[in-house]
């Protein structure tokens, strides 16, 4: 299993980011991803769980309403837009499957 994420950065707050996951090493459309994120001195926290399919999604209060998880099955690769950032939404953010994680993307919210 390989989980590779991108797209992390700077941004200012109010600011939006794409993470994109892509994966290997598994059959991706038969399970259901996750992302997660660690914030500098805090433990290791879910924001966002998608279905197999796409069609089911959950996330963390913090993150509702301004956070979307969403799949590619033909591309192996699993989203999550993050918009109306906050400097509370920085850490490191890390895609999670079939019990691997990815090596994790920096994304720091300040102005």
């Known amino acids: 299993v390989q989980l590779v994420e991108s797209g992390g950065g700077l941004v200012q707050p109010g600011g939006s980011l794409r993470l994109s996951c892509a994966a290997s090493?598994?059959?991706?459309?038969?399970?259901?991803m996750s992302w997660y994120r660690q914030a500098p001195g805090k433990e290791r926290e879910l924001v966002a769980v998608?279905?197999?399919?796409?069609?089911?999604?959950h996330y963390t209060e913090s993150v509702k309403g301004r956070f979307t998880i969403s799949r590619d099955n033909a591309k192996n690769t699993v989203y999550l837009q993050m918009n109306s950032l906050k400097p509370d939404d920085t850490a490191v953010y890390y895609c999670?499957?079939?019990?691997?994680w990815g090596q994790g993307t920096q994304v720091t919210v300040s102005s």
């Open positions: 999670y499957a079939q019990r691997h």
């Open positions: 090493g598994f059959t991706f459309r038969n399970y259901g």
């Open positions: 998608i279905s197999s399919a796409g069609s089911s999604t």
